[in-house]
């Protein structure tokens, strides 16, 4: 069974951090792309960072360019989402997805590229 699942997520106040996890099983993680996803009540889902599985490439929003980064560990079959200097406008729920093309463009991911996703944890930032 393919699963991938969010943890990290919780509140914290604006300009602080928090790590998101994201935990595959089920697949070849190793030949995967992972996305990160974001959405914000009453708002469209938005892609917010991808990684590219070997060459490790990223891409992410401009919004939150020098503030996020994502990496991956493939001993753990886990992507993370550090995420410093947090906003108010960075509250929503995130998810992370994986993409079997393990293809990154150069913009934000786009959620038609991707195959699996997690249900999603939640971030709220506090101004």
């Known amino acids: 069974e393919v699963q991938l699942v969010e943890s990290g997520g919780g509140l914290v106040q604006a300009g602080g951090s928090l790590r998101l996890s994201c935990a595959a099983s089920?697949?070849?993680?190793?030949?995967?792309?992972i996305g990160w996803f974001r959405q914000a009540p009453g708002k469209e889902r938005e892609g917010v960072s991808c990684?590219?599985?070997?060459?490790?490439?990223?891409s992410y929003a401009d919004s939150v360019k020098e503030r996020f980064a994502t990496s991956i560990d493939n001993a753990k079959s886990t992507a993370y989402l550090q995420m410093n200097n947090l906003k108010p406008e960075d509250t929503a729920v995130y998810y992370c997805?994986?993409?079997?093309?393990?293809?990154?463009?150069?913009?934000?991911?786009?959620?038609?590229?991707?195959?699996?996703w997690g249900q999603g944890t939640q971030v709220t930032v506090s101004s």
């Open positions: 997805a994986a993409d079997s093309l393990n293809y990154c463009s150069s913009g934000p991911p786009l959620e038609y590229e991707f195959d699996f």
């Open positions: 089920g697949f070849a993680f190793g030949d995967y792309a």
């Open positions: 990684i590219s599985n070997g060459d490790n490439k990223t």
